[in-house]
């Protein structure tokens, strides 16, 4: 595995070693690779993975009743404190429609 993921490091250089390793781990269990970096993102679709981000799993989360809109509200605008990498534009507009008392994605 480790050889695996070095050689994932040689071939695309502008992954950290890390993100070479998650890349892997998704391949090799066909499973869906959670990021926020574009760089992971892109070559993982380049690789046919299901990638999907932070917004997708808050999604998830409001449609299975998990967590209240408002709650998933609440936690985005923390998050867009917090993580300047997340799309604030789009955010905001799911933070104003679960505001709203929406029950499901847009």
Do not use: M
């Amino acid at each position: 595995d480790v050889v695996e993921i070095v050689s994932l490091s040689d071939k695309y250089s502008s992954l950290s070693l890390a993100d070479c390793s998650v890349l892997f781990c998704a391949r090799r269990h066909s499973a869906i690779l959670l990021t926020g970096d574009r760089r992971l993102r892109n070559t993982a679709l380049d690789s046919k993975l299901d990638v999907h981000g932070i917004l997708w799993v808050i999604e998830l989360l409001v449609d299975r009743k998990i967590i209240t809109p408002y709650i998933a509200a609440q936690r985005l605008e923390v998050l867009i404190d917090a993580n300047v990498r997340l799309p604030v534009e789009e955010c905001r507009k799911y933070i104003e429609y679960w505001k709203q008392g929406n029950n499901d994605t847009k």
